[in-house]
């Protein structure tokens, strides 16, 4: 059975604070530009995560993903009659 998963994204201020962010989660990516990081947390520990989090003082701003909470079945999602026909023909 998968885990429930949901990214954080953690603006910091330094690069060099890397690793202490790296050990609250599973660590995606890091933009060295713009001083954000994507980190992977299970969901039903996510409020406790995003706490540890804004204690650091290098931590600026943290966000939650809403990915987990986004609907992906679409109700008026009609099937193209050309690409019907193409798949009963074998192309």
Known sequence: MR???QGLIVWFQHMKNIKQ???LG???YVSRKLKYAVL???QDVVESIENK???YSFVSKV???QKPFVETNYENAKPDKAKQYDYKMGI
């Open 53 to 55: 989090l804004l204690k």
């Open 3 to 5: 885990t429930k998963r």
């Open 63 to 65: 966000e939650r993903s």
């Open 26 to 28: 599973h660590l995606i």
């Open 40 to 42: 992977y947390v299970n």
């Open 21 to 23: 962010i790296k050990r």
